[in-house]
């Protein structure tokens, strides 16, 4: 069972979000325009009325600024994961002056100076 404390902040949660509702979607009483009918010779040679803001259209913009969101998301993550590969290989100065193929956001790419050693240039290790 909800304790009297949560009931109280979803009741007040639910009014606030319904004033809310009713500012941004209610009927505009300022000119009337909400209320007269087509029939109406006053109105007949204008556009049919439109709301400034509707449920759909607020939901598409929700909608839009969720999907910019995740690509700057995604898009910070490839930056985050490609510095931190390429701190990874300061570190490391050796691994990376071989000769090797790595992977980039564009595709494979050939990096490196020095060629690999060849078998006949390795020494054994037993």
């Known amino acids: 069972m909800l304790s009297g404390m949560t009931v109280l902040v979803l009741v007040t949660s639910l009014i606030s979000l319904l004033a809310v509702a009713v500012w941004r979607y209610g009927a505009d009483s300022r000119d009337g325009r909400d209320w007269q009918r087509a029939a109406d010779p006053a109105v007949a040679g204008r556009a049919p009325y439109r709301r400034a803001h509707t449920p759909a259209a607020d ?20 930056a985050q994961t490609d510095l931190w590969e390429r701190y990874q290989a300061a570190q490391r100065p050796w691994e990376t002056e071989r000769l090797h193929w790595a992977r980039t956001r564009r595709g ?8 690999p050693a060849g078998p ?3 020494t054994p290790t037993r």
């Open 120 to 122: 006949a240039d390795r």
């Open 108 to 115: 494979w790419v050939l990096r490196g100076r020095v060629a």
């Open 59 to 78: 939901l598409m913009a929700v909608g839009r600024s969720i999907r910019r969101l995740v690509a700057a998301i995604v898009e910070f993550q490839r």
